[in-house]
């Protein structure tokens, strides 16, 4: 049976907006993803000085925004530790509100992406109130619910500078009429860091746990640590690698037990990230031209939604709703 249009069960997330056809975390990159088809508005939120909620891939700064041109700013260069990493530029922790709303959004991987460049310094950093009203413009206009699915982002390194993120993560949801069985746009919340979905629990929205290819995150990826992992989540993002790996050759694997597992657990999965330029498809889905000419990604998203995944984390959120069409009118 065809799964219902006006919100279907896989899950396209927009992952920081359209973020392959405009500079991610924008309000420009987030209305596109929506308008691509974009079930859910991604963000990873850090806080101000000021203790405002904004949207920025990480605490730094200086390879997303102009900062760096910015005379005034240049005494706020410096180097910071964040869960054992060492960083050096501006954080956004380092500036008020007003002082973030001076800057403009650069792209984060022009190289990659130079067409996203092109749009450097046309658009603000947003506040997360500014995307939550985002999403509701959008669900009016589409004739949808365009949901947000927030990241509270080196949660435990901002609780150290005294900016907790659930808090006003919390509150903004509150006041938005976003918390609850039936809150007034769909939400989930998402995080790296299981304490910081412990914090979120009053928020009664399902919440999911993030997780990489690295070594320390195997314990989670069995039976029993993902009946762990359902103590406390009703959801898990896993790095895509961990559903479907890759051969020696780069070509897609077979999938892992990991979509049967966690829904045995009772959790939904959502991967992450799906990118459709030649330089991220697997081997034998690449298109033969240049590393950032788009690829065969139709035929990844398929195998992804045949393992069983309820949704995506997606760059290009056009392709993953096209994938899915094509998809679902095959069942």
Not at 114 to 132: C, K
């Amino acid at each position: 049976m065809r799964r219902n249009k006006q919100e279907p069960e896989l899950k396209i997330v927009s992952h920081r907006g359209a973020s392959g056809h405009r500079p991610e975390h924008t309000l420009a990159s987030y209305e596109l993803g929506a308008r691509f088809g974009g079930d859910f508005m991604e963000i990873d939120l850090v806080a101000t000085a000021d203790g405002t909620l904004v949207a920025r891939h990480e605490p730094e700064i200086g390879d997303t925004t102009d900062v760096a041109e910015r005379p005034e700013f240049a005494d706020r260069h410096a180097t910071r530790t964040i869960d054992g990493r060492e960083y050096t530029g501006w954080f956004v922790h380092d500036f008020t509100l007003d002082e973030i709303k001076t800057l403009r959004a650069t792209e984060r991987i022009p190289d990659v992406r130079p067409d996203n460049a092109s749009h450097d310094g046309d658009y603000e950093i947003p506040t997360l109130q500014e995307i939550v009203d985002l999403a509701g413009r959008m669900t009016k206009e589409l004739g949808r619910r365009v949901g947000i699915y927030p990241e509270t982002k080196h949660p435990a390194y901002h609780t150290g500078l005294g900016l907790d993120l659930e808090p006003p993560l919390l509150a903004a949801l509150l006041d938005n009429g976003l918390t609850g069985p039936e809150p007034e746009l769909p939400v989930f919340l998402q995080s790296f860091e299981s304490e910081s979905l412990r914090r979120l629990v009053d928020a009664g929205l399902p919440r999911v746990f993030l997780m990489g290819t690295e070594e320390h995150w195997k314990p989670y990826l069995t039976p029993e640590g993902l009946a762990g992992v359902a103590e406390f989540a009703e959801a898990v993002g896993p790095a895509k690698d961990l559903v479907i790996p890759r051969d020696e050759d780069d070509t897609l694997s077979e999938p892992t037990s990991l979509v049967e597992d966690a829904h045995a657990a009772g959790l939904v999965v959502h991967p992450w990230t799906f990118r459709s330029e030649n330089r991220f498809l697997p081997a034998d889905l690449r298109s033969g031209g240049a590393p950032d000419d788009f690829g065969g990604f139709a035929a990844e998203y398929e195998a992804f939604f045949a393992a069983g995944v309820d949704g995506v984390f997606t760059d290009h959120s056009r392709h993953a709703f096209l994938a899915r069409e094509i998809y679902l009118e095959g069942e």
